[in-house]
């Protein structure tokens, strides 16, 4: 028999460490070639480990949560081999499946890959038909304290719907009557007394942060500890757009749906070569802000796993269209968990959006080391003044974030009246 040393490959470039957010085995169990071993977590993307040899599983590096640093062992193999092996160090990104990772096994969108849950619970031992039967038909109850409360089926079912516990109401006589369940509903001090419909103490539920949620945790973090934000917000009156849109979509033969978002796309990559300083990263410890000549747009996308940002390459290249297509896919691969790790990376600017759920104004987080993101709210229909006219409009309300180091609040209002002004004249966004 050999003991086959398996350590953890690089698995990204300039990845040191990476999380342990699944096993898929256990100590003493047998693993195939292969086979799924763990799913490791590093920056915004999880790899599956798949085992390079059969055999029985005698050692595991870590548990849930635990990060491993890159070339250490991260699983011990018993083969039918002879001698001891240690995988050889990889030196190149490992080629294997990109998954999102998903908080728990009730939750939205994608592969499951973990559960942040570590609750069991035991089921009841199922009770005898017969048993069952004699219990519906007693006129007794039996109380908390092992007493038996006498009733009748009326009392019963009106302290059931009640939330009363009658173990707690008094009786003079020999049972439960309506008059004493009265009298506690009206002296009693309401200790478990629950109204119909009432909502109900749920048991405490310790959530281990891990993974993306763990990750994501941190660079919010990172982000509002390091970055001195600033939000600004206007209103555009986006009526003239929606009708374009409508109009757009009527005759989109079988081009994708459009949103409003290729649409504000478009404006702000036509409006960023005038304000360079919203399309730029900021590296603190270099003292150095990089202003990009290419929008590589950051798209926040809620998945079951957490907030992810896919990147639109090269955003200032695409009519609406190529947006709306490039859109739909890149939402599609992060919540299926298929999204690669360089399309998950390298972003210059992010905007981000609760569509129907966004509320009047938001005040977003920057994606660090990005200086600024921006973000639409929900259209609402509002009566506004047309000269000394009355008209029915759609109103929209943008607001954009900012890394008060790099970029004026002049800079930030200046940028968004200068988007005001083509969506509001949405003609402009098609003109050269």
């Given at each position: 028999?050999?003991?086959?040393?398996?350590?953890?490959?690089?698995?990204?470039?300039?990845?040191?460490?990476?999380?342990?957010?699944?096993?898929?085995?256990?100590?003493?169990?047998?693993?195939?070639?292969?086979?799924?071993?763990?799913?490791?977590?590093?920056?915004?993307?999880?790899?599956?480990m798949?085992?390079?040899?059969?055999?029985?599983?005698?050692?595991?590096?870590?548990?849930?949560?635990?990060?491993?640093?890159?070339?250490?062992?991260?699983?011990?193999?018993?083969?039918?081999?002879?001698?001891?092996?240690?995988?050889?160090?990889?030196?190149?990104?490992?080629?294997?499946?990109?998954?999102?990772?998903?908080?728990?096994?009730?939750?939205?969108?994608?592969?499951?890959?973990?559960?942040?849950?570590?609750?069991?619970?035991?089921?009841?031992?199922?009770?005898?038909?017969?048993?069952?039967?004699?219990?519906?038909?007693?006129?007794?109850?039996?109380?908390a304290?092992?007493?038996k409360?006498l009733?009748?089926?009326?009392v019963?079912?009106?302290?059931?719907?009640?939330?009363?516990?009658?173990?707690?109401?008094?009786?003079?006589g020999?049972?439960?009557?309506?008059?004493?369940?009265?009298?506690?509903?009206?002296?009693?001090?309401?200790?478990?007394?629950?109204?119909?419909?009432?909502?109900?103490?749920?048991?405490?539920?310790?959530?281990?942060?891990?993974?993306?949620?763990r990750?994501?945790?941190?660079?919010?973090?990172?982000?509002?500890?390091?970055?001195?934000?600033?939000?600004?917000?206007?209103?555009?009156?986006?009526?003239?757009?929606?009708?374009?849109?409508?109009?757009?979509?009527?005759?989109?033969?079988?081009?994708?749906?459009?949103?409003?978002?290729?649409?504000?796309?478009?404006?702000?990559?036509?409006?960023?070569?005038?304000?360079?300083?919203?399309?730029?990263?900021?590296?603190?410890?270099?003292?150095?802000?990089?202003?990009?000549?290419?929008?590589?747009l950051?798209?926040?996308?809620?998945?079951?796993?957490?907030?992810?940002?896919?990147?639109?390459?090269?955003?200032?290249?695409?009519?609406v269209?190529?947006?709306?297509?490039?859109?739909?896919?890149?939402?599609?691969?992060?919540?299926?968990?298929?999204?690669?790790?360089?399309?998950?990376?390298?972003?210059?600017l992010?905007?981000?959006?609760?569509?129907?759920?966004?509320?009047?104004?938001?005040?977003?987080?920057?994606?660090r080391?990005?200086?600024?993101?921006?973000?639409?709210?929900?259209?609402?229909?509002?009566?506004?003044?047309?000269?000394?006219?009355?008209?029915?409009?759609?109103?929209?309300?943008?607001s954009?974030?900012?890394?008060?180091?790099?970029?004026?609040?002049?800079?930030?209002?200046?940028?968004?009246?200068?988007?005001?002004?083509?969506?509001?004249?949405?003609?402009?966004?098609?003109?050269?």
């Amino acid at each position: 028999m050999a003991r086959y040393s398996f350590r953890l490959p690089d698995i990204g470039e300039g990845i040191a460490e990476a999380e342990i957010v699944a096993w898929h085995v256990k100590i003493g169990e047998r693993v195939e070639e292969d086979a799924q071993l763990a799913d490791m977590m590093t920056d915004k993307a999880t790899v599956e480990m798949e085992s390079p040899v059969s055999g029985i599983v005698v050692e595991l590096a870590g548990e849930v949560g635990d990060l491993i640093a890159i070339g250490s062992t991260l699983a011990v193999i018993e083969t039918d081999a002879e001698g001891d092996v240690e995988a050889p160090p990889v030196d190149t990104a490992v080629e294997a499946q990109i998954e999102a990772e998903t908080p728990g096994a009730d939750q939205v969108l994608d592969p499951k890959v973990t559960e942040l849950t570590s609750a069991v619970v035991e089921p009841q031992a199922a009770a005898k038909p017969g048993e069952v039967k004699s219990a519906l038909a007693a006129p007794a109850i039996v109380a908390a304290h092992g007493a038996k409360v006498l009733a009748s089926p009326a009392v019963r079912a009106r302290a059931k719907d009640l939330g009363v516990d009658l173990g707690q109401v008094h009786s003079d006589g020999d049972r439960i009557r309506h008059a004493d369940l009265d009298a506690y509903l009206r002296y009693s001090s309401g200790q478990g007394y629950h109204s119909p419909g009432a909502s109900r103490a749920r048991a405490d539920e310790p959530i281990k942060v891990i993974g993306m949620r763990r990750k994501i945790a941190e660079n919010m973090a990172a982000s509002k500890r390091a970055i001195p934000h600033f939000t600004y917000v206007d209103e555009m009156d986006v009526t003239a757009l929606e009708e374009m849109r409508a109009d757009l979509n009527a005759n989109r033969g079988q081009r994708p749906k459009l949103t409003m978002l290729p649409f504000l796309i478009v404006a702000i990559c036509r409006t960023i070569p005038q304000f360079p300083m919203i399309n730029a990263r900021y590296d603190d410890e270099a003292g150095v802000v990089t202003r990009y000549g290419a929008v590589h747009l950051g798209m926040a996308t809620q998945t079951d796993a957490g907030l992810m940002v896919p990147v639109i390459r090269d955003a200032q290249d695409m009519n609406v269209w190529q947006l709306a297509s490039e859109i739909g896919r890149l939402a599609e691969a992060a919540r299926t968990g298929k999204a690669k790790v360089d399309e998950l990376s390298g972003s210059t600017l992010t905007i981000t959006s609760l569509g129907p759920l966004g509320g009047i104004a938001t005040t977003p987080v920057i994606n660090r080391p990005e200086v600024a993101i921006i973000g639409p709210n929900k259209i609402v229909e509002r009566p506004v003044f047309d000269g000394d006219e009355i008209r029915r409009a759609k109103l929209m309300n943008l607001s954009i974030s900012c890394d008060h180091r790099v970029v004026d609040g002049w800079d930030a209002a200046s940028y968004v009246q200068a988007l005001k002004k083509l969506v509001e004249t949405p003609v402009l966004l098609f003109a050269d």
